[in-house]
């Protein structure tokens, strides 16, 4: 795209527009019939270059019966008044994610043009230029359901208008069985094997490629989600540009060959409420009997709690399951892994960007949400990371990102007891990544794309799950879909072979490509010990203490090294001989010496284990009679309290009755003080004599006695 960039506007978009046939002198718009759009994209190209070229819709609305004529409408009327600029600029760009490689093919076809009109190029962008002037209702849109649509544009030279031909898709029918026939054939049992001959034969082994697909493309797109049912891959939703998608869309295995579903809507919803389901991205989906599940994701419908939805892929029709307990909180970029009869939720991140790290478990036979404090030290919160389950016991979790890194940690949580552990990966460790796709065949886990906030990674690297190696089967080199984020990954057999196929994703360019990676056959591997940390340190020492070290020249073992592997294997004087009689016979030997110990070492650790039972059981009973005996008398304490209460009120009590006592006592004390005071003030008075004191008695006040009838 190096010369379309150095191109200036509005050169450039006349160019663009001529490519993309909106011009009508040009030979390249002859040749250029053939590109194929979506019917998204060609109405927004259609509403762009009016709005570029005429400038804001001031045409009358027209009849809604008039479905195309509508669609254009609405299309152009809603960029308003988009300035004409911005309007080219947006023609390009949407252009370019189609066509990234367009003004190449242009330049090619304009070289192979000059011979004809040297000119032409000049007179396509005069005629862009006065065909601005042209009212928009000249445009003519005219739908035809054909079996691979495509763009067309057709001159018209009496009415001088253009006729867009957009492509309609045709309604996938329900067979008499319930299957989706693809290709007007019905899906059978052994269609898994009716893969076209040349696909994957002569593939080498480990590595991408891209088949020939028929039909057209659905489009690009990523945080989607896929799964395989039957010999169909069933790819549902996604995120292109911002823009959440709804649709359904179905890869038969057996033609190669892509068709929309025509969905039916949710039999809760209303007659007329025409929607299946929410545009969303960032959803699981799981496969069970038939079904598609579809649990949480981001949608602009808002919700508290994660919901689940049911695609039945028989009848094309989608349900609302209803679900109890402790639904989660929404969210999407979560994992969803189905063990059993239960989906294992762990992580995601919800509409306000808050990441979480909790595990919940959803019971599939009575739709009940459980969450689960699990123990150890689980994974920190994240999203965009990858899950699966080994063996319907150990969950596998990797990789992942926050807000501000990624991750390339390993945790596995044992669904049994419940509990976290981090074990120590070997191998080739995979560089910290988010947005992979992982998909499990047997005891192997493939990791597939992912970004880590500066470029796509385009290796592919499998996880042994019995030894916990890594290793790297295949690099991508070049700017390729597989080096994407959010890209989905599917695994199936074709022709008798394990076969991945990846499809869409991000790296810069949104994709709706489809590759294809046939994968080598597993070699079987002992188990790796996940579940005793004893038994795996026992391990560890078995290994350390019987290692044989082996020097290999070209693949085969060298002179220096058998002479160094008999010397170590071969007995000493003062050390009893080994019985063995070869090299491979004492191989054998100390690998069962190595089980042996290992036995041996396991059974010392659950002796233990049982001895620490017995203890902590013991423990417990006197904790629990210890505790009953506080009980006891903690409710004595509390009587006790309750009798301290009381006396303390009585003494309260008393005390001020010994105050009243008090006062009492000094007012009769004082009353006693008065009456004897008043008794000797009576004596003294009754002791003096009677006497007259004449005029000066009279003065003092004490007249004389005078008795009557007496008289001196």
Same mark, same amino acid.
């Given at each position: 795209m190096a010369g379309a960039s150095t191109l200036p506007y509005p050169d450039r978009f006349y160019a663009a527009a001529v490519y993309a046939g909106f011009a009508h002198s040009s030979p390249l718009a002859l040749k250029s019939s053939s590109i194929k759009f979506d019917d998204d994209t060609a109405l927004l190209l259609y509403s762009l270059y009016q709005q570029a070229t005429v400038g804001p819709c001031n045409i009358a609305k027209p009849w809604s019966w008039n479905v195309v004529e509508y669609a254009k409408w609405t299309s152009w009327n809603q960029l308003a008044k988009m300035p004409s600029p911005e309007a080219m600029r947006l023609f390009v760009k949407t252009l370019e994610q189609e066509?990234?490689?367009?003004?190449?093919?242009?330049?090619?076809?304009?070289?192979?043009?000059?011979?004809?009109?040297?000119?032409?190029?000049?007179?396509a962008h005069d005629e862009e230029i006065a065909k601005s002037s042209q009212p928009a209702s000249s445009v003519e849109v005219k739908v035809e359901p054909k079996a691979e649509p495509n763009v067309e544009e057709v001159r018209d030279e009496k009415s001088e208008s253009t006729k867009i031909t957009l492509p309609v898709e045709t309604p996938l029918p329900v067979s008499s069985n319930g299957a989706v026939p693809m290709n007007g054939h019905e899906s059978k049992a052994d269609e898994e094997q009716n893969v076209p001959q040349d696909l994957i034969s002569g593939q080498g082994r480990d590595q991408w490629f891209s088949p020939e697909i028929k039909g057209r493309r659905p489009a690009a797109r990523y945080q989607h989600s896929a799964a395989?049912?039957?010999?169909?891959?069933?790819?549902?939703?996604?995120n292109h540009n911002g823009r959440y998608l709804n649709d359904v869309q179905v890869l038969d295995l057996s033609t190669m060959k892509w068709?929309?579903?025509?969905?039916?809507?949710? =039999? *809760?919803?209303?007659?007329?409420?025409?929607?299946?389901?929410?545009?969303?991205?960032?959803? %699981?989906?799981? @496969?069970?009997? !038939?079904?598609l599940l579809m649990v949480a994701g981001h949608s602009k419908e808002l919700s508290e709690s994660v919901t689940v939805r049911s695609f039945d892929t028989t009848s094309l029709q989608w349900s609302n399951l209803e679900s109890y307990g402790q639904a989660p909180v929404a969210r999407g970029g979560q994992t969803v892994t189905k063990v059993g009869n239960n989906l294992v939720m762990f992580g995601g991140e919800d509409s306000k960007r808050r990441l979480y790290n909790d595990l919940n478990i959803l019971d599939l036979e009575t739709m009940t949400w459980d969450a689960i404090d699990a123990g150890g030290t689980p994974p920190s919160p994240r999203s965009d990371h990858a899950a699966t389950v080994h063996e319907d016991r150990y969950l596998f979790v990797f990789g992942g990102g926050?807000? =501000? *890194?990624?991750?390339?940690?390993?945790?596995?949580?044992?669904?049994?007891?419940?509990?976290? %552990?981090?074990? @120590?990966?070997? !191998?080739?460790?995979?560089?910290?990544?988010?947005?992979?796709?992982?998909?499990?065949?047997?005891d192997s886990w493939y990791i597939i794309g992912g970004g880590d906030n500066k470029t796509g990674i385009s290796d592919t690297l499998v996880l042994n799950m019995a030894t916990l190696v890594w290793h790297v089967v295949a690099t991508e080199q070049g700017r390729t879909p597989i080096a994407s984020e959010g890209l989905s990954v599917v695994s199936t057999v074709l022709r008798g072979e394990e076969t991945l196929i990846s499809f869409g994703g991000y790296n810069?360019?949104?994709?709706?490509?489809?590759?294809?990676?046939?994968?080598?056959?597993?070699?079987?591997?002992?188990?790796?010990?996940?579940?005793?940390?004893?038994?795996?340190?026992?391990?560890a020492s078995a290994a350390a203490a019987f290692a044989v070290p082996r020097l290999t020249v070209n693949g085969s073992v060298s002179a220096e090294a058998a002479q160094m592997e008999s010397q170590a294997l071969s007995p000493k004087p003062q050390e009893p001989e080994l019985p063995a009689t070869s090299v491979q016979d004492i191989v054998q030997q100390v690998e069962s010496w190595s089980v042996q110990k290992l036995q041996e070492e396991l059974e010392s650790a659950r002796a233990e284990a049982a001895k620490y039972k017995r203890d902590l059981a013991s423990t417990l009973l006197e904790y629990s009679d210890l505790e009953q005996e506080l009980t006891a008398v903690r409710g004595q304490l509390a009587d006790e309290q309750s009798?301290?209460?009381r006396l303390e009120v009585d003494v309260a009590e008393f005390k001020q009755k010994l105050q009243s006592l008090d006062s009492l006592q000094k007012e009769v004390e004082l009353l006693r003080r008065q009456k004897a005071a008043a008794e000797e003030v009576a004596e003294i008075a009754a002791q003096k004599p009677n006497s007259g004191g004449g005029v000066w008695g009279w003065l003092a006040g004490n007249p004389p006695d005078t008795k009557p009838g007496i008289r001196a």
């Open positions: 066509e990234p490689d367009w003004y190449s093919k242009a330049q090619d076809e304009k070289n192979a043009s000059k011979d004809q009109d040297p000119e032409w190029w000049s007179k395989v049912v039957g010999n169909k891959v069933f790819v549902i939703g996604g068709s929309k579903v025509e969905q039916k809507a949710m =039999s *809760s919803s209303p007659p007329a409420n025409q929607a299946t389901f929410p545009p969303c991205a960032g959803h %699981s989906l799981v @496969q069970l009997d !038939g079904k926050s807000h =501000s *890194s990624c991750f390339n940690d390993l945790h596995v949580l044992d669904l049994e007891s419940m509990e976290w %552990s981090k074990p @120590q990966q070997q !191998g080739s460790v995979p560089s910290a990544r988010a947005g992979h796709a992982a998909v499990t065949i047997g810069g360019r949104y994709s709706n490509e489809v590759h294809m990676f046939i994968a080598s056959p597993a070699e079987k591997a002992k188990q790796k010990v996940l579940q005793s940390p004893a038994a795996e340190a026992a391990a009798r301290c209460f």
